[in-house]
């Protein structure tokens, strides 16, 4: 098993910066891809970012790209997405997933956390 606690959203106003932290502990021995989604009200959950096990590989939803950069650290169990220029769509819950397969398919994640709120004003 895998725990997963993300930190680090909040209210801010469209063009700042956020940076999404995600925690994991339990098995984290296992090599597991990593992954940000959101969900925004009425709306369907949605791909953000991935990356691989050694962080070598990323990938990224078209509507962020340029804007968010994923990023982990394996030493400390971490996970992270730094989110500049944010607009008021933007606006979500945002999770972290961990599991063992890279790829934006939510189906490709075993563990989830709770999702912190970003919320962007104009």
């Known amino acids: 098993q895998v725990q997963l606690v993300e930190s680090g959203g909040g209210l801010v106003q469209a063009g700042a910066s956020l940076r999404l932290s995600c925690a994991a502990s339990?098995?984290?021995?296992?090599?597991?891809?990593m992954g940000w989604f959101r969900q925004a009200p009425g709306k369907a959950r949605e791909f953000v970012a991935a990356i691989s096990w050694g962080g070598v590989n990323t990938m990224y939803a078209d509507f962020v790209k340029g804007r968010f950069t994923i990023s982990r650290d394996n030493a400390k169990n971490r996970l992270y997405l730094q989110m500049n220029s944010l607009k008021p769509e933007d606006t979500a819950v945002y999770s972290c997933?961990?599991?063992?397969?890279?790829?934006?398919?939510?189906?490709?994640?075993?563990?989830w956390g709770q999702g912190t709120q970003v919320t962007v004003s104009s």
């Open positions: 997933a961990a599991g063992v397969i890279y790829g934006s398919s939510p189906y490709n994640y075993n563990y």
């Open positions: 339990g098995r984290t021995d296992s090599r597991q891809a």
